[in-house]
């Protein structure tokens, strides 16, 4: 996540597509995969790609990176991650 703001990468990125789409081919999920390759190309304007996956970790070191001190980390399951964090 980080090394993607530090090298400004934006919804023209494509470098994930082919995983995307075996992803998809895997699920069986409606579509053709030549019309999934289509979206998955014109990801600028569908917002397909490029999204972050959040865990514990990944989230409290993007939130020191910026300068918050963590003080607390806990998981809900199955999706919620709460951080308690103060700005020094």
């Given amino acids: 996540m980080l090394e993607d703001y530090e090298s400004n990468k934006d919804e023209h990125d494509l470098t994930h597509a082919d995983e995307i789409l075996e992803a998809n081919r895997l699920e069986k999920r409606s579509g053709s995969d030549e019309e999934t390759r289509r979206l998955l190309l014109n ?3 569908h917002r397909m790609i490029h999204h972050h996956v959040f865990n514990e ?4 070191e993007l939130l020191e990176t910026v300068g ?3 003080l607390a980390v806990e ?5 919620n991650i709460i951080l308690v964090a103060q700005n020094p």
């Fill in 57 to 60: 970790f990944n989230s409290k």
């Fill in 75 to 79: 998981m809900q399951p199955p999706f």
């Fill in 43 to 45: 990801n600028f304007n």
């Fill in 68 to 70: 918050f001190q963590v």
